[in-house]
Nanobody
Framework: QVQLVESGGGLVQAGGSLRLSCVAS?????????MRWYRQAPGEQREFVAS???????DYVDSVKARFTISRDPAKNTMYLQMDNVKPEDTGVYFC?????????WGQGTQVTVSS
């Protein structure tokens, strides 16, 4: 069974940095054409943050461009989200996501809280 587990969240001051990890098990991330990060603030809809593909295509929501960096490390079967110059509006639960064989896989989420 494919499982995705996020970690690395926490409390950070505005302007600081965090690196989130998404560790996959049950399958190599090389089999995941697209991997994505989403986030969800309390009372808000889940929002797309970033995506990457095996071919190297990367996309970000406008609000995080030039601040966040998405990457993969196949040797560790892990996807990362490097968050720099974080802002209070970045606060939320961050989720890892991928699709495989018409199924959608989500991690449990990791909480990121950015203080002013």
């Amino acid at each position: 069974q494919v499982q995705l587990v996020e970690s690395g969240g926490g409390l950070v001051q505005a302007g600081g940095s965090l690196r989130l990890s998404c560790v996959a098990s049950g399958m190599s991330i090389n089999n995941f054409n697209v991997m994505r990060w989403y986030r969800q603030a309390p009372g808000e809809q889940r929002e797309f943050v970033a995506s990457n593909t095996n071919s190297g295509r990367i996309d970000y929501v406008d609000s995080v461009k030039a601040r966040f960096t998405i990457s993969r490390d196949p040797a560790k079967n892990t996807m990362y989200l490097q968050m720099d110059n974080v802002k209070p509006e970045d606060t939320g639960v961050y989720f890892c996501h991928t699709d495989m064989r018409s199924r959608s896989y989500w991690g449990q989420g990791t909480q990121v809280t950015v203080s002013s």
